[in-house]
């Protein structure tokens, strides 16, 4: 496993694509959340989200929908590309197992995950220094705990979506059609749902409360993000979306490993 996992992560470091969305995610989250506030006519109202104290939530407002369609990306590109490059029989031949290969996949993806959330909480604390000190404000930061927690849950968001990905490349063996459908469930069904039939139907109100993406945005307004953002709203308590986002991630995680030891990789 170990090899298999080196192997993977040299393969994903040297890989433009990687590098790529971990910039996209950063540059997203410090111009929706820092850049275009601070420069709104009416900034002060926004101040108190882009001060230290709430830097928390800063990093975790877009990993519902846009950041977390970025992870997802990832994930399809880790599991997919063997697919798309036909290597899967190529790499089996060597020796490792199925569910070795796709265990250092996952482990790939679960790193991938931890790197993306502590560059976001690094660039967001960062910005939110700077916004303190243009504005004269004190520089008073979340408790250790807080700050904990939020790494968690952000971690928890956006492996969540990475091991869709990784199922949807298994389900489709591809690249293209699995990222395709990810972000349009991402980015236009789950919003569709939740801003258009939610309101006036009642049992989508309730069914919503099942889902990934209203979970994910639960867990994320818990823990401090504004609730003007994207996918992010209190659907549910935070105790429940981070057992249902766990529950999905171990689902998804589950379904990629149950067929791709069950199916021809042809």
Known sequence: MSGDLTAELTKQVHRPASWLLLAVGVTLTLTFGYLVPYAAPDSDRGLAT???????????????????????????????????????????????????VYGA???????????????????????????AALRDQPMQWPAVAEIARGLGAGWLITMM???????????????ALP?????????????????????VLHWVAEAQKGLPGPNAGSLAAGLGASAGTPGVAAVVGTGQATLVVGAYLLAFAALGGWLLHRRDLG
């Open 105 to 131: 996949k996952l482990a790939t993806v679960a790193i991938g995950a931890l790197v993306l959330v502590l560059a976001l909480f690094a660039t967001t604390a960062g910005a939110s220094a700077v916004v």
């Open 161 to 175: 979506w990475g091991a869709f990905g990784v199922a949807l490349a298994v389900v489709f063996r591809s690249v």
């Open 50 to 100: 882009m001060l230290p104290g709430a830097f928390v939530g800063g990093a975790l407002g877009g990993l519902p929908v846009f950041v977390g369609a970025l992870a997802l990306i990832f994930g399809v590109l880790v599991a997919g590309s063997e697919y798309g490059w036909e290597t899967w029989k190529t790499v089996l031949a060597q020796g490792p197992s199925r569910f070795s």
């Open 179 to 199: 990222i395709g459908l990810g972000l349009v469930w991402l980015l236009a069904v789950q919003n569709l749902l939740a801003s258009v039939a939610a309101p």
